[in-house]
């Protein structure tokens, strides 16, 4: 593995693992997230087992490093690329209509949901995850106080707002995008595509971003349409 | 049919370049993109005037020389062909016309419309060559290859080095031309050879050229005139990971 981090596909690969490592958390964090709408009480059991445990915290670091490293390699890649580009651009561009539009914007799109994140964070993973390392077991949410392990009173809270669900549900249509271009192209870096899969993987990414975020719309809009019926 | 053509005028490499605007009439609508343009010049020389310089040879869509960036396309509106390949009629009557160089830090301005392509040598260089004796001519079956990869391989090995794919990408990467040239070789028993050496001095040489990262836009598969496919990218990915995994 001489110097492969080094060069402009080492870089990119780094971009698939880390890339490849968040789909995965995704996928686990939307099947936790269903449980909410079956029963709040087994969520909360969810949130409860995966607070400050040993293998949460561990995992968590793994995490936060992968965020990391994936934001830090785009900067490097996309500062890089414009370097590579040139200063003078085309007065006109007409893009391909088999190019995607995600593909085009991947930095862009991954900005808007690295802010989804700082918002996401402040409202659950620092009252509850966060707030239990620092030895609080009452976290105030809203006017009420509540245990920093019960999950579903705080999703019950912020998907009782219209505002944060119109902001959620525009940030996953964010990451749909990311999703949609991500998958595949974090194939193709590694090598694993031919001209046979190239459809299929592109078609796969799609199904694979729909029912992600599909999963996490469902949760809001169910809570959401919950608050609607208990305040009337 | 008549056009107003827009060409970007750049006297020299350091010159500040700018758009100038010619009116051309009577073009014929079989009349090549490069014909208009010769046309044009000789326009420009009667009336005393500097010429518009571009690249072009074989006229046939084989050598790779012609360039140009027509209406925000590379090799202009018409799909899998070279600009010499292009014609007039592919266009409308009256239509304006935008002509630019191709736009990279890897291939700098020379004049007007040329642009110094000579990095894609640099990189050919960079992946070796063989040298064989070749004797008589050899039976065709002494070396078996299968239909699918020697048609994989000249698939690849349509690549005319235009260089679309740096011009047309975001962000100025070579990964399909070196793409095109790594995998015609990987897939014949003669260039495995020498098919790790060959990846890793290859994209070590487009990287400290300045040439971009991949991010699979798929943009270069799109405007290639030889319809070269990014799947071939994805097997120099291989080729290059398996050979620095091997180090």
């Known amino acids: 593995m001489n110097n492969v981090f080094t060069s402009s596909i080492g870089k990119k690969l780094i971009m698939s693992i880390t890339g490849a490592c968040l789909v995965l958390f995704l996928l686990f964090h939307m099947a936790m997230n269903l449980v909410a709408i079956i029963k709040p009480e087994w969520y909360d059991s969810v949130c409860a087992f995966l607070g400050v445990n040993w293998y949460a915290v561990i995992a968590t670091l793994v995490l936060a490093g992968g965020f990391g490293l994936h934001i830090l390699f785009a900067l490097i890649l996309t500062l890089y690329n414009r370097k590579a580009r040139g200063s003078n651009r085309y007065s006109t561009t007409a893009v391909p209509k088999q190019v995607s539009w995600a593909s085009q914007n991947m930095f862009v799109i991954g900005l808007i949901v690295a802010l989804g994140l700082l918002l996401h964070f402040s409202q659950f993973w620092y009252k509850m995850q966060f707030a239990e390392l620092m030895g609080n077991h009452e976290v105030t949410l809203g006017e009420a106080t509540v245990s920093p392990t019960s999950g579903s009173a705080f999703i019950a809270y912020y998907f009782s707002n219209i505002l944060f669900v119109v902001v959620y549900l525009v940030w996953l249509a964010a990451l749909w995008f990311h999703i949609s271009h991500g998958f595949w192209s974090a194939l193709q870096t590694t090598g694993w595509n031919n001209e046979i899969w190239l459809p299929r993987l592109k078609f796969a990414a799609k199904i694979f971003a729909t029912l992600i975020c599909l999963g996490f719309a469902a949760v809001i809009v169910t809570f959401y349409v919950k608050s609607l019926l208990d305040c009337c | ?247």
Not at chain 2, 80 to 85: D, F, K, S
Not at chain 2, 94 to 112: C, L, N, Y
Request: aromatic fraction near 6%; hydrophobic fraction near 40%.
């Open chain 2, 1 to 247: 049919m008549k056009f107003k053509i827009k060409i970007w005028r750049q006297k020299n490499a350091k010159a500040k370049g700018k758009f100038v605007t010619y009116d051309i009439d009577n073009i014929s609508a079989d009349t090549s993109f490069l014909e208009m343009l010769d046309i044009l010049n000789d326009k420009l020389i009667s009336e005393g005037k500097e010429p518009v310089a571009f690249d072009h040879d074989c006229r046939e869509g084989i050598c790779g020389m012609c360039s140009l960036y027509i209406n925000g396309e590379a090799h202009g509106p018409d799909t899998l062909v070279t600009t010499c390949q292009l014609h007039m009629r592919k266009f409308k009557d009256g239509q304006t016309i935008t002509v630019e160089p191709w736009r990279s830090a890897g291939f700098p301005v020379v004049k007007d419309l040329v642009v110094n392509r000579g990095a894609f040598d640099k990189i050919l260089q960079s992946g070796g060559f063989i040298s064989v004796n070749t004797g008589g001519a050899q039976d065709a079956n002494v070396i078996p290859i299968s239909k699918k990869d020697a048609d994989e391989s000249m698939d690849a090995a349509a690549c005319v080095g235009c260089g679309a794919c740096v011009a047309t990408c975001k962000n100025g990467s070579a990964m399909l031309f070196v793409a095109a040239r790594v995998s015609s070789l990987a897939k014949l028993p003669q260039g495995k050879v020498e098919g790790a050496a060959r990846a890793k001095a290859m994209v070590a040489k487009m990287d400290e050229l300045g040439f971009g990262a991949c991010t699979n836009t798929g943009a270069c598969q799109a405007e290639c005139p030889k319809g070269i496919s990014i799947s071939h990218i994805a097997r120099l990915n291989r080729e290059f990971l398996t050979a620095k995994l091997r180090d």
